[in-house]
């Protein structure tokens, strides 16, 4: 399934890298932060913790493919973009995450490594579709995706259960043959 396995992705003014132990305080720094994570299921913790930041960067060291990557600006972990690949009949399709730092939203970051993300995943892993899923007052990552011609496939009515209120989950997918 897997081509290659790229140690980082250079981007336009960040890199995409896989993740270090050594990236333990500045993911703590950055992710610790409740407008981040209103965004993101409640698997991403907050408060978020050093022990989080350790038991997240082991766990992708035991991940079987190069999926997962820590967002870096100026050497420093800001945020992450990663792949979960399905399995059973949805074989061919990956789940697509993605969070940034608060200090560097509205800089194309997400939108950046979104586009790259999505070329690598199609390059090199045997997938047809890569799905997205965003709560619907997330209006910052609708445009991210949308700019890198996701298409809405369709809206779960109060799919979603966070911070004691109920939203609307969307699904964007990409297809490989974008026609």
Not at 29 to 46: E, G, H, M, Q, T
Not at 56 to 76: D, Q, Y
Not at 110 to 131: M, P, S
């Amino acid at each position: 399934m897997n081509k290659a396995e790229p140690k980082e992705i250079i981007c336009k003014g960040f890199l995409l890298r896989s993740w270090r132990l050594s990236d333990i305080d500045s993911i703590t720094r950055n992710a610790n932060n409740k407008n981040v994570w209103i965004n993101l299921k409640d698997s991403f913790p907050y408060p978020y913790t050093k022990e989080d930041a350790n038991r997240w960067i082991r766990m992708t060291e035991s991940f079987p493919l190069n999926s997962n990557f820590a967002i870096v600006v100026e050497g420093k972990a800001i945020g992450g973009i990663g792949a979960r690949f399905q399995d059973d009949v949805y074989k061919y399709s990956a789940e697509l995450g993605y969070w940034v730092s608060e200090k560097y939203w509205r800089r194309g970051i997400a939108t950046e490594a979104v586009h790259r993300i999505t070329g690598f995943l199609f390059e090199n892993f045997d997938i047809n579709r890569i799905f997205a899923r965003v709560f619907d007052w997330n209006h910052s990552s609708i445009k991210v995706l949308e700019k890198n011609g996701f298409f809405l496939e369709g809206r779960l009515k109060n799919h979603v259960y966070k911070d004691g209120l109920f939203t609307d989950e969307l699904i964007f997918g990409l297809l490989k043959d974008r026609n």
